[in-house]
């Protein structure tokens, strides 16, 4: 009968209803959740087909479809903790369960998802939310790169430690010589005197070594011979002479002062196309710059003082760890007290065919479903993703006025649908009164 479909119709209209306002209720309440995510409802009409030209029409209803829009992105909120993190675009950061850690990788949980954490380490240093999901990334090689990993497996992925009271020294692998000797030391009747000079270079213990540098000038007999021995020991090696260079400087108007030849005696060999000689030191090798051929930035002879006028190297002594950051580029870098910065960790992005096809877990998390498609693993900024942000979290994408306005509109539809079924109800005992 068209008034029992009528019946049926209203009692799937009131349980469509409710299930809107329950996601309503679900996005209100999470109005200020970090990282949540607005669940819609959305309805379809049910059509049940009748005899045409019966004169009868069979109500078929409605029925409702729940889907949490994944894909909508919250506003970024700052924050004073480095270790907030959110993500400014699409793709979202690897986490996992920490009951499911197990310290080598991906345990038993398996890989889970977050668009945004504020991550603190816990009693292991282990990056942890207070609702106990672990930030994952690839671990950097000791130089601070980042290994070849596969992009479509969590195969690499492990929990990402950070050790408050680390060290962490730099030895020195390169340095340069900017420094002036005086052209008279050269010239007849000169002394002939060597002109020491010390660096101190970093091993790679974080030990303090030294360079002890000799410049010693070749006398010329009846005029500047404008020639210099180069000879540099190693203190790690309890004095060793790791090079020797004969070094010719150029006397023309145009090039005067500057290299014109460097002739190695021992050492590493000259490579006039970067002005640089390879040293063999005890903790390995170390390029020390002295200058390209006609180059005023390197060793110079000008004049009569002999000038150090700049000498650098990289490296420094071991240092305590003061600060832990996160680039845009998914690095966790730590900076150290002697100001050295290292590369940990990398932090890449998980991105799938369909956001809105994982499935929702507590605390923002989703995982991979059948609707969703394969994972693949981006570095931050690469192709579809965007960046991680630091001191940064996402806020709720709940919009509470719509969510207002909806309940006002769903409150109106509960109610005409009980309406119906009143309606139908009086029919009914009007039809069984027939009988009386």
Do not use: C, H
């Not at 920490?98 to 504020?118: H, I, K, P, R, W």
């Not at 010390?198 to 000038?217: A, C, I, K, Q, R």
């Not at 650098?312 to 050295?340: H, I, Q, R």
């Not at 499935?359 to 394969?374: L, R, V």
């Amino acid at each position: 009968m068209t008034i029992s479909s009528a019946l049926n119709a209203s009692v799937a209209g009131l349980n469509a209803n409710a299930s809107r306002l329950a996601t309503i209720s679900d996005n209100i309440s999470n109005s200020a959740t970090y990282g949540y995510k607005r669940a819609s409802t959305e309805f379809e009409s049910i059509v049940l087909s009748s005899t045409a030209g019966a004169g009868a029409y069979t109500a078929g209803g409605v029925r409702s479809q729940s889907v949490r829009l994944i894909d909508e992105r919250g506003a970024l909120v700052g924050t004073s903790n480095a270790l907030d993190l959110a993500v400014s675009g699409r793709g979202m950061l690897p986490v996992m369960n920490a009951a499911s850690v197990n310290g080598t990788g991906v345990g038993e949980g398996g890989l889970m998802m977050t668009t945004t954490g504020a991550f603190r380490p816990d009693e292991n240093g282990i990056l942890t939310t207070k609702s106990g999901l672990v930030l994952l990334g690839w671990p950097a090689n000791a130089d601070g790169s980042i290994p070849t990993m596969a992009r479509d497996t969590t195969n690499g992925l492990v929990p990402i430690v950070i050790n408050a009271n680390q060290q962490a020294g730099d030895p020195t692998t390169q340095m340069k010589l900017g420094v002036n000797l005086p052209a008279t030391a050269t010239v007849p009747g000169a002394s002939g005197d060597a002109i020491p000079l010390s660096v101190e270079y970093f091993g790679n213990l974080g030990t303090s070594e030294t360079l002890d540098v000799t410049f010693t000038p070749t006398v010329g007999t009846t005029a500047g011979s404008n020639e210099w021995t180069l000879e540099i020991r190693d203190s790690a090696q309890g004095g060793a002479v790791v090079g020797e260079y004969v070094l010719t400087f150029d006397d023309s108007r145009t090039n005067g002062g500057t290299l014109a030849s460097v002739n190695a005696v021992s050492g590493g060999a000259y490579d006039a196309a970067s002005g640089t000689v390879q040293l063999a030191l005890d903790g390995g090798p170390l390029t020390l710059t002295i200058g390209k051929l006609g180059d005023s930035t390197g060793i110079t002879q000008l004049s009569d003082t002999f000038a150090p006028t700049s000498i650098s190297k990289d490296g420094s002594p071991v240092g305590n760890l003061t600060e832990v950051t996160v680039d845009e580029n998914g690095m966790l870098k730590a900076t150290y007290d002697t100001g050295f910065t290292r590369t940990l960790y990398q932090i890449p992005l998980v991105d799938v065919p369909n956001i809105n096809g994982l499935k929702a877990g507590d605390n923002q998390t989703y995982q991979i479903s059948t609707n969703s498609g394969s994972f693949y693993l981006w570095n931050a900024g690469d192709g579809p993703t965007g960046t991680v942000e630091g001191f940064a979290r996402e806020g709720s994408t709940t919009d509470m006025a719509a969510e207002l306005t909806s309940l006002i509109q769903t409150q109106r539809a509960y109610s005409s649908n009980a309406k119906v079924i009143q309606t139908v109800d009086e029919m009914l005992q009007e039809t069984t009164n027939i009988k009386r």
